[in-house]
């Protein structure tokens, strides 16, 4: 297994500690410690993918874990935003509803032997996605309370992004319906 992919092992990984942290508001500084892990878990999808692209490292494995951590990530945050009432429902149904029909899409060509990889839209949209998230956490850890009005603004940017790079990408690859 290669260095990107590793990254993104270690992205799943951090998951359930992030998720624990951000669920426990009593151990001291759990919310600090719940930032710092979706950081530093964001941040190994920025180096993966650069290092993979650089030492042409890219495999199909990659092609298909790396998506994956990504979507397992934002699902978690949702599941527990919902949770802790940071978002509405809706909000999180729309963004794992799309996640969930591209991962179908994906498994779909894959058992047609075609590899998908993400296009630009889905990348914008997991940035805007991670950026939100992050602001979320920030907030979370007491920082400034005006950044909620950058937070409902970002929300719906990463709503229009997530719909918009959805119907994107099945257009872009619908011959794989065929």
Do not use: H
């Amino acid at each position: 297994m290669n260095l990107p992919n590793k990254l993104t092992i270690i992205r799943v990984l951090f998951i359930p500690f992030f998720m624990f942290f951000l669920m426990t508001e009593s151990i001291r500084y759990a919310s600090i410690m719940a930032l710092i892990l979706y950081v530093v878990a964001s941040l190994t999808d920025t180096l993966d993918g650069y290092i993979a692209r650089k030492y042409k490292m890219i495999t199909d494995f990659g092609k298909f874990i790396d998506p994956l951590a990504d979507k397992l990530l934002v699902t978690a945050s949702l599941i527990c935003f919902v949770e802790l009432g940071y978002i509405n429902s809706w909000i999180a149904m729309v963004i794992i509803s799309r996640e969930l029909i591209i991962t179908g899409f994906r498994t779909l060509a894959a058992s047609k032997g075609i590899t998908l990889a993400a296009n630009n839209w889905g990348k914008l949209k997991t940035i805007f996605q991670m950026i939100t998230i992050m602001l979320v956490l920030t907030l979370n850890a007491g920082l400034p309370y005006d950044l909620w009005i950058l937070t409902t603004v970002l929300w719906a940017i990463t709503i229009i992004l997530t719909l918009l790079s959805g119907t994107i990408y099945l257009w872009e690859n619908k011959s794989i319906l065929k």
